[in-house]
């Protein structure tokens, strides 16, 4: 590898950052969604080239393995590099995190390139010291931007899971916390839970297999294509989630399919005991069941909801750090970001500064390595568009989002259609025309909308609030926040 073709290698990777890319283009979007399975194979490869020249260090190896080892590396991380450059700019993912992400990938990139140049030359002997010294720098470049990565895709704490679980065991271990708490809600804080574990992967609001989504009471009632009735109350013998979950597992109908984790037999029977006592969405625990068996299993049950709620507590602490760096991001672009007091205190709410500043699309893209932390967005009078509803529609947890006097014409609603949570929407003063205001229709979590002096007319106003009877469809300005 001549010195000429690193550097021109080097070049091309220092330029990738200022790529001027079309966030729409299908085929930038096709390749940069590749990156997630490409990115695997520069961390192979520079994790097998350290273990050989290792090994080479004390028992010959064939030079041609290694140099093989070498390029190979080199291009998967050219691939990878820019895969990832691709799917940055679909509007995805955005902020300080993936920036540095990918600052450290090309910072591989261009120290892999020369220990490749470094190894594959005719006078390589000469300088191994100097290879290897940057085959360590790759080693930890490996490890940091495989760790922003992980970050991006699993959150900051996911290396923590395991630990504050153990913390959660011991905690409760001390306590007298897992027995019959009698304000539990059965559904809410019982069943739900466990529909979530086994159940929502394929049965959730964004991917309804068989048209059923299992996230939310009204819909797990409402069914499926299939119009076999889910829940029966009083009745599981007649309720498919009791029926299927009690199949063979070899059986073509068995719940949860496809060799996934069924249910076990206290979740089993606590199903079919909640059914048998009216399938109620608002009951509480009370005094609980009766009968030993369904007694026992209720326990259990009980004993991994507090274990749950312990974690919550140790979650919400770590989150609660992040205060000062979410009110440093917010002033930075040019917002508000503070805890949620109403809802859960896990979550923060976004508004806008007194005295307000320009806050545009490309600000709400870069709240996206946050996206599940917020529960509340007021963008009254920002200069944003429709785009930002897709960032905004990534947040799993947003309930409340007020757009009222925002340069939008409700095209980017589209984007909230099957989300779990949205309960709230203000588009008052905004020019949400007729056509738009009907994707309102398929916004199944929806509760109240406001469409003061925004271009829908009187008669659309009303036959939206006809049609959709869980729905308040109100011509009035509405809350700001």
């Known amino acids: 590898m001549r010195v000429i073709s690193s550097l021109l290698a080097s070049l091309f990777l220092l330029s990738i950052p200022s790529w001027s890319l079309d966030p729409a283009h299908y085929i930038s979007n096709f390749i940069g969604r590749f990156h997630p399975l490409l990115v695997h194979f520069p961390i192979v490869g520079v994790l097998a080239t350290v273990a050989l020249e290792w090994i080479n260090r004390k028992n010959k190896l064939p030079s041609s393995w290694i140099n093989i080892a070498y390029w190979t590396t080199l291009i998967s991380i050219l691939t990878s590099v820019v895969a990832g450059a691709l799917l940055m700019h679909t509007g995805d993912y955005g902020g ?17 390139v020369w220990a490749t140049k470094l190894r594959t030359q005719s006078n390589a002997a000469q300088w191994q010291r100097s290879r290897l010294s940057l085959l360590a720098v790759c080693l930890v470049l490996t490890i940091s931007s495989g760790h922003l990565g ?12 395991p630990l504050q679980k153990r913390k959660a065991q011991k905690l409760l271990s001390q306590t007298d916390a897992a027995v019959h708490p009698a304000s539990l809600q059965v559904f809410g804080q019982i069943i739900l839970p466990i529909l979530s574990e086994k159940c929502n992967k394929c049965h959730n609001s964004s991917n309804p297999k068989g048209g059923l989504d299992m996230q939310r009471y009204s819909s797990l009632i409402r069914g ?3 119009k076999a009735p889910i829940v029966v109350a009083g009745a599981p013998q007649r309720s498919e989630l009791s029926i299927r979950v009690h199949l063979p597992t070899n059986h073509e109908e068995f719940m949860p399919p496809d060799g996934r984790t069924p249910l ?14 009216g399938a109620s969405p608002q009951d509480t625990l009370g005094t609980g069941p009766t009968d030993s068996l369904t007694l026992k299993a209720m326990d259990a049950q009980l004993e991994r909801i507090m274990e749950r709620q312990m974690m919550t507590s140790l979650n919400r602490k770590e989150i609660r750090s992040m205060a000062p760096k979410m009110a440093k991001l917010g002033q930075d672009l040019g917002l508000k970001i503070e805890p949620d007091a109403v809802a859960d205190s896990l979550l923060y709410r976004i508004s806008m500064q007194i005295p307000t500043k320009v806050v545009t699309d490309d600000q709400i893209a870069r709240l996206m390595p946050h996206r599940h ?9 920002a200069d944003i568009t429709d785009a930002a509803f897709f960032h905004l529609s990534q947040m799993p947890f947003l309930e409340e989002l007020m757009v009222a006097k925002c340069c939008i014409d409700g095209s980017g609603l589209k984007h909230f259609i099957g989300h779990p949570r949205l309960r709230v929407l203000n588009l008052s003063h905004t020019d949400v025309s007729d056509v738009h205001a009907l994707t309102l229709t398929r916004m199944e979590a929806l509760e109240r909308v406001f469409l003061f002096n925004a271009f829908v007319s009187k008669t659309t106003i009303s036959a939206l609030d006809q049609h959709l009877q869980a729905v308040d469809v109100l011509n009035i300005e509405g809350p700001f926040f």
């Open 264 to 277: 076990t037999t206290a979740e089993r029977r606590i199903i079919d005991w909640w059914i048998e006592q």
């Open 150 to 161: 992980g970050s991006l895709t699993h959150g900051n704490v996911f290396l923590q899971v």
């Open 96 to 112: 300080a995190v993936i920036r540095k992400h990918q600052w450290l990938a090309i910072g591989l990139g261009i120290y892999w």
């Open 373 to 381: 932390l917020f529960s509340k967005v007021s963008l009254v009078s």
């Open 224 to 226: 499926g294509k299939s």
